[in-house]
């Protein structure tokens, strides 16, 4: 049984919309400094991150602690969305989170499917560094619920789950707040 320790990325820079990957604020470095701290005495284990800025930045404190590399993983990015566009994309990202996975324009059931898969493919324990919704699309997978925003994983919290021979399972959900998606 590997134990999964999803840890959605640090606040970012949210750049106004200039930047379509930003990276994370002075609040986000202390998050992940904060969040490797809790972390480092459980590795060092195998680590993987999307391949967006925020979230290789939050996970630099833990591969300092843990003198490893983390491995960009494409699977566990971000939902795609229509448009980079901060202001557009947002407010989609808000209609659809409100609603089930066969609400969503079925483009993005791949992307759903390659979070669950990527998760299933991992046997040893190994933290990843994710998003919002593919944390969600995760905890939707373990526990049988097709709504999209099963709660708001704070930035930099820690949702524990298993993958028990191709079972996920849902250990401990991560500090949850009413945050900002995007």
């Known amino acids: ?25 002075e609040n986000g470095h202390s998050q992940a400094a904060e969040m490797a701290a809790r ?7 195998p680590m993987i991150v999307s391949p967006l800025r925020r979230t290789r930045e939050t996970a630099a404190p833990l591969e300092a602690a843990w003198n490893t590399t983390a491995t960009v993983v494409d699977a566990v990015r971000e939902i795609p969305s229509p448009t980079e566009r901060t202001v557009v994309r947002r407010d989609w990202l808000r209609q659809i989170m409100a609603g089930t996975w066969d609400q969503v324009e079925p483009s993005l059931y791949p992307w759903r499917q390659g979070v669950i898969d990527t998760l299933l493919a991992l046997a040893k324990d190994t933290v990843v560094v994710s998003h919002f919704v593919a944390i969600n699309a995760a905890v939707g997978a373990a526990e049988n619920d097709e709504r999209l925003r099963l709660f708001r994983p704070n ?17 401990d959900l991560g500090e949850a707040l009413e945050t900002e998606v995007g």
């Open 155 to 171: 930035n930099c919290s820690i949702t524990v789950m298993e993958n028990d021979g191709g079972e996920l399972s849902v250990v």
């Open 1 to 25: 049984m590997a134990k999964l320790y999803l840890i959605r990325h640090g606040q970012d820079t949210g750049s106004g919309g200039a930047d379509p990957d930003p990276g994370l604020n």
């Open 39 to 45: 972390m480092a005495s459980l590795g060092p284990l």
